[in-house]
Structures are given as C-alpha cells and as structure tokens.
C-alpha cells in the first residue's frame, strides 16, 4: 500500500475531513446569506463556488488508484455530503425561530 493510501485511511485525516465539512458548510451558510441580504443572488458565482469546493473535497479520491481506499473515500464523501446539508438545514431552522 503507497504512503497516501495508509494517509487516506488514517483516523486522523477522517477527523480532518469532518471539519473541513464544517468549514465548507459554514462558509456556504455566510456566502447565500450575504447574497440575499444584498438584494441579488449571483448563481454564477455560487455555482463556481460550489464547484471549487466540489474539487477540494474529492481531491483525495485522486490521490490513489487503490480501489478499495477510493471505495472508502466514496463513503466518507456521501457521509460529508450529508453532514453539510443537516448543518445547514438545522442552522436555516434555528434562524427562523
């Protein structure tokens, strides 16, 4: 196994990419909401946000051709998706409250 397969699967970098799930879900949830309270929404811009943040967080799926660490990296990545979403979910009902 290559150095960054025993990286990838590392509960320490498991624990690194669960903040930077929080981070990127932070920093959605300050991003739309600058967009509306300003009076207009650039979807371009969101978009292109997005899809640099989409590249930043499949990055270690490109990192190993190994199947099995990639099948993991898939996991942890539908797990981070997930996450995302409730933190914004929970942070747009506790606004509305």
Same mark, same amino acid.
Do not use: C
């Given at each position: 196994?290559? #150095?960054?397969?025993?990286?990838?699967?590392?509960?320490?970098?498991?624990?690194?990419?669960?903040?930077?799930?929080?981070?990127?879900?932070?920093?959605?949830?300050?991003? $739309?909401?600058? $967009?509306?309270?300003?009076?207009?929404?650039?979807?371009?811009?969101?978009?292109?946000?997005?899809?640099?943040?989409?590249?930043?967080?499949?990055?270690?799926?490109?990192?190993?051709?190994?199947?099995?660490?990639? #099948?993991?990296? $898939?996991?942890?990545?539908?797990?981070?998706? #997930?996450?995302?979403?409730?933190?914004?979910?929970?942070? $747009?009902?506790?606004?509305?409250?």
């Amino acid at each position: 196994m290559t #150095a960054w397969n025993e990286f990838l699967r590392l509960p320490e970098f498991r624990a690194y990419r669960k903040k930077q799930a929080e981070m990127v879900a932070g920093h959605i949830h300050q991003v $739309s909401r600058q $967009s509306v309270r300003n009076g207009k929404v650039d979807i371009a811009a969101l978009q292109g946000k997005m899809e640099m943040i989409r590249l930043f967080l499949k990055l270690p799926e490109d990192l190993t051709t190994d199947n099995e660490t990639q #099948a993991i990296l $898939s996991v942890q990545m539908d797990e981070d998706t #997930a996450n995302i979403a409730q933190y914004l979910i929970r942070r $747009s009902l506790a606004e509305e409250v």
